[in-house]
């Protein structure tokens, strides 16, 4: 079978779901071998295509004689094409990243917003992106991730359908040397790529290097790896199932907080690798593994961050919560608010006169208002404060009052106060300062109700 | 910490069961570094320990120079030393194996056979065997299995534990340099191998000429293959929990057989890797996979074999059984024998005279006694034969017969037959012949019961 008829077979049954007249393709082409193969094959097929090339302008006139090569590919086959010019260079200086990266961030970006153009363009067309990774790249991949240190994950190798960003390669079952042989039979021209990054130097070692070596001595270590990429992909789809339902078992979640009672976890056989799976999605590193461990002993309150979540000890719970991103923390209310919303929820401030009635519970409230000075001042708590909760005579730090309370970590940050002239007027939702509270005299109240954000 | 108080500290942590007043040791020891060094540690420790050395007589004068090398070995730390000897080479060419692989299996024959002396002699202590592979050997077999191809089993590196061979491998977390750094400080002398066997080859390639290579590209890589062994070590034992219990929905056992259900089996996902786990333990080999898709589709009565197993296709089932051994498939029955034992079970036989009482079900039957001339014959169906099935007047094929009973291929291959002068008497379990049976005139009877095999 020659790689067209293989290739068709291979689509149709990969990605049954994308014919010639339902999708709309851009080819990712750089004008080497792969990528003009597989333009070729798809213009076989009769499948719309639009070639994207980009010219990230790093090699001088062999970057413009590639766009100049592109565009000439795109003219033979028909296709419509865009060209994009990066300054990469300075991108990458800007960004602090290697050279490598800041191509693959600037061209997928750019791909990603072609691609929503083309989507809004033709709304009733799948529109997909595709690139021309091939078997010899995916044993690369598989081997630089396994030198690296990986779990299974790095061992399924290049992914050749991903959903959330609508990318398809398929030549990922093909060889180079399949690539090449199509090529040379229909005669077609491509360019070199001069380039050494420091990526393509690992791939470039590995390709010219090592793999040679090896099959010098294990002659089928191409395909002996392209079975193992097969295999770790349905043993890592049964470990995923295996994972979801031993995490069911170990996470509740309640609103967008996730807890995991610490004796259940601690029981869990292959302890690494659960807690590994249970942190990963929060954004945390293999290495707070044994962080987390520790977590587990450690005091009330001690906390491990990722860049977006935190966990927290609380008493026989993990706490698993986003960072709260500073917000503006101090809102003014004069005493013509009616309505105040801010991060935490919605105050509503009513004045009441006699006769009332108390019908106060934890969000809603009467203060005295002839003890209130305006402007009040709504506040997240700081070190230092106290006040004298209703009923005692005695001021009591807020953080005691909260330890008294039980609360989290994440239910402390979440606490906003009231004051009035430094003092503080309400916990909100939780409790009135004795300071304030309405007395047998009090003939004007303001009754304070707050619905918290989210309810 | 030096290799001395790891190595405690490791041993008390693996293998807390083992202690130095019940556990009696005996170390495989080459007089290389790693087995010197083994050797010197748990005489530190103080475990009762014997050496047991052998010499494969490859390499001549070496040969007898480790010989002698160990036997000072074990003098010097008092432990009482057994040394076998073997014309490997000899039995390398009998058996047709590689020098490599009759080595090991004699070494791990014998090493085996004088556990269960010492442990006969010792029946209070637990009686182990010991191998001082190390960190190193641990990366080389796992690179070795990753390019010759496997799955995820073959990525968990050397077992540390093998209960079942009550083999210790109490050196596996330490690497080479760990060994050497010992082996400096307390000046111990070894001697080097200068063998260069087939495996030793393959080890040496990736130690001396690929991992240098590797560690300029990623100065690491032994210690993330390393934690890449923790990591499928865990990974494995979730996936292979996750197995089991898919399996357990799949096969259900009948005595000694297994049946399969082929629809389900069809719609299981991750298909080749569940076919793989449900046919590995019978000793098929992973090329035999798209073998069993094929079967499922395959006539009725097709099969799969294994050096052990077959799988056959019995309508909506696969039945994976033994293969039987061929027994001595003829047994003569004179007609003084009263009870027969036979690759099959057990045929009672009983002269009954008038007036009897016709008890017959399918396995006790009674045929009329002057029908008969001795010895008669009990074997196993061969092509061609027929018999008269009890009520028919005419001959029926006995493969027909066994069709139209629906017989599996295992239940077929388990008929035995009892024939007088060619002449079919008894499908035994089954159906007498027509010609046999008590007839109104019977006065003297052959009462014939069967207890199959296993009941």
Known sequence: MDLFQSFTKHWKQAFPQFQQDNSLLLLAVSGGLDSVVMTHLLAEMGFPCYVLHVNFQLRGAESERDENFVRSLAKATSMEIFVERFDTLDYAKLKGMGIQEAARTLRYHWFEEKRKECQLQFPDKKVLLLTAHHANDNVETVLINFFRGTGIQGLRGITPFQKDRYLVRPLLPFKKEDLIGFAKIKKLAFVEDSSNGSNKYTRNFLRNQILPQLEENFPQVKDNLLQNIDRMNEVAEIYQLAIADRLGGLMEWKGQECQVPILKLKKTDQLN?????????????VQQIPELIKLMEAPNGSCLYSSTHQIIRNRKWLLIATIQPQENSFVVIESSDISIEFAGGLLNCKTITEPFTLDANSLKVMV?????????????PKSGDYFYPLGMQKKKKLNRFFIDQKLSKIQKEAVWILESNQRIIWVIGMRIDNRFKCEPATSTALQLSFVPKGT
């Open 273 to 285: 690798t659960v807690i590994w799976e249970l942190i990963r999605p929060f954004g945390f590193t």
């Open 368 to 380: 005295d208002a002839k003890q209130l000075s305006f402007p009040l001042l709504l506040r997240k």
